[in-house]
């Protein structure tokens, strides 16, 4: 598909710019607005997390809009998860067979400057920074922004609209209305609050740096990413009401007191504790799952918009760019019908992000308790000799998800078989040693197919 458009694409956060600029390779003319400030010009939050972790999706997108070598100038490899017990015993675990299998910490407001930046140097995209979408007619294809300075509104008619406007899309509120479909952001009772490790007075790093640190404390967990400065963004995902809670801890003595009792090892490092629990702000987490994804060929959502996941898998920015590539695919592969290519990426998409939005959740049982039992580890050491030795049948799958491009929805069915095979060979077992090697190759061979084509 190669005729011109006027496109517009509602927020320039992290999928919106990326893929601006997969449109305007084909040609279109897109116009983003964003109802932030160009963070480039002035000092402000990226918002939401600080850091992210980037892995094989995120990062085949970036390679495809040419922007990757520029973020990974600065990206550090996170090689597996550093765990700390409340005794202050650490244990390693790797993500994957070796350091080819990595993820990465990027910090989320470099990554935005980077794909703005970009999108901008294709001459066919124009950003319109303080420009809040308010409201929208889906009928009639129009869109109404207001200048967050001056307080003008505009009303603007595009060809096709594309809303990258977040797990709080507004284009997908009204579209929710049309439908007279429910409410599709399913709140979690948890909430997640940043906290900091400053550098040491070198500028170095605190803690092993090329790990993803994890505290997993049962109900709850702190988890700290590299940044290349030296520092580390710690994340405390906990309840939001109950005892404990964020509603709980609301005196500084009540907060050093849980942190001492219940992260000792991390307490010596949160140097601005009790001022960063209370200056920071407690951030809500939910998943959305909504349907459809695109009115006529008019309105489509992408992004956190149509699917915002949890982030225990690390997967929503991944899942966002996965997107913009599919898109670009389906741009490929389609006629000159927008209608029939909104249809066939919604279609396309809406079971793989379906089930990473069940793997998330899934995940933070995994890292908030399973991690710490024997046999969690055991099994893991299971996956990876089973992904040795039938390489073609077998991969774990936080592999999938994380190192290969397999889709979301394969990665989900695939792990459940996996999750048996895995019960049945660790059953009344202590060690790998203790496999019988051909039993578990009939298991694989009977139940798994080939990977090859995924
Ligand atoms: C605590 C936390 C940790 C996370 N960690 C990871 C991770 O490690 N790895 C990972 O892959 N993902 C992670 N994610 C998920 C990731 O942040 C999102 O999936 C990703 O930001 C989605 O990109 P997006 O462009 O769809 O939405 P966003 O990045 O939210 O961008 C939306 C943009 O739209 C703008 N906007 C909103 N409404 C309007 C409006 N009405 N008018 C104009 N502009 C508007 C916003 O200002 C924003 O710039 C994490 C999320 C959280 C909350």
Known sequence: MTDEKEILVIGAGLAGPL??????RRDHHVTILERRPDMRKSEISAGRSINLALSERGIHALRQADVLEAVMAKAIP???????????TTTFHRYGQDDSEVIYS????????LLMDAADATGKVDILFDEACTAVDLENGTVIHQNRSTGESTVTAAEHVFAADGSGSIIREEMEKHHEAEDSLERLPHGYKELTIPADGE????????????WPRGEYMLIALPNSNGTFTCTLFFPMEGDPSFASLNTAKKVRHFFEEVFPDAVPYLD???SEFFENRTGPLGTVRCWPWHVADRFLLLGDAAHAVAPFFGQGMNAAFEDCTVLDSCLDDGGA?????????SQKRKPDTDAIAEMALENYVEMRSDTAHPEFLLKKKIEFELERRFPDRFIPRYSM??????????????GRIQAE???ELSAGISSTRDINWDNAELLILNSLDSLEGL
Do not use: T
Request: glycine share 6%; with cysteine.
């Open 78 to 88: 996170m090689k597996g998860r550093l765990m700390h017990a409340v005794d202050g």
């Open 337 to 345: 019908d927008w209608e029939e290519l909104f249809a066939l990426f």
């Open 203 to 214: 500028g170095g790093f605190r803690l092993e740096p090329n790990a993803l640190h994890i």
């Open 272 to 274: 601005n504790l009790e």
């Open 19 to 24: 893929l601006s600029i997969f449109l305007a």
């Open 421 to 423: 095979i895995l019960d």
């Open 106 to 113: 990027v910090s989320r407001a470099r990554l935005n400057r």
């Open 401 to 414: 998800v994380a190192f290969h491009q397999i889709p979301y929805s394969e990665c989900m069915r695939r």
